[in-house]
């Protein structure tokens, strides 16, 4: 039977002497959140049922530190936005939004969530980004669980180099500001 190499996650940079070794906060930190993701999972349609694929044992979003969903968006800080977002349903998504506590982040998954999809009609919002601010788009109709975990690592990378000051910088003032949230 061959021996199975199993490799630890990368850890910060860090300095390393006998019986010590120095990093920075802001890295342990990153790690820290990075690798315990909460998310919300806003699913209205054909993408949520990816999303559940995604979670199931063959997948298995756990692994990656995420498999704790939050259904209260103030014990989420990842927003998974998964299917036809209508242009009723925008302030509602934008409620949900606000409702979580910083820092956050938001994945648009599909091309639904992301643009409008197919459906480029009068009633259905052509991208959630007109709505609030999105760090990660899954393109695909529907994406596989492959690319949805593609995001999920897109999304860790972001907050594992997320500076710690970056929510109170004004660039962030003026983004949320440009969605007139405050
Ligand atoms: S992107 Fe395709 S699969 Fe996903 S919600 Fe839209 S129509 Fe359905």
Redesign the pocket.
């Known amino acids: 039977m061959g021996v199975k190499i199993i490799h630890p996650a990368d850890g910060p940079e860090m300095h390393t002497g006998e019986g010590y070794g120095l990093t920075q906060i802001e890295k342990v930190i990153g790690l820290a959140r990075a690798n315990s993701i909460w998310p919300l999972p806003f699913a209205t ?3 949520g049922i990816e999303f559940m694929a995604t979670m199931a044992s063959t997948y298995d979003l756990g692994r990656f530190g995420a498999e704790r969903l939050s259904f209260s968006p103030r014990q989420a800080d990842l927003l998974m936005v ?3 977002i209508a242009k009723k349903m925008g302030p509602v998504l934008k409620q949900v939004y606000t409702q979580m506590a910083e820092p956050k982040w938001v994945i648009a998954v ?3 969530a992301s643009s409008g ?2 459906f480029d009609t009068y009633s259905v919002l052509q991208g959630i980004d007109k709505v609030i601010p999105v760090d990660v788009y899954v393109p ?3 994406p596989p669980p492959e690319a949805i975990l593609d995001g999920i690592l897109k999304i860790q990378e972001l907050i594992k180099n997320e500076p710690l000051r970056r929510r109170n910088s004004p660039e962030y003032n003026h983004l949320l500001h440009q969605y007139q949230i405050d």
């Open positions: 349609s054909c993408c998964m299917g036809t599909g091309a639904c999809g197919i695909g109709c529907p």
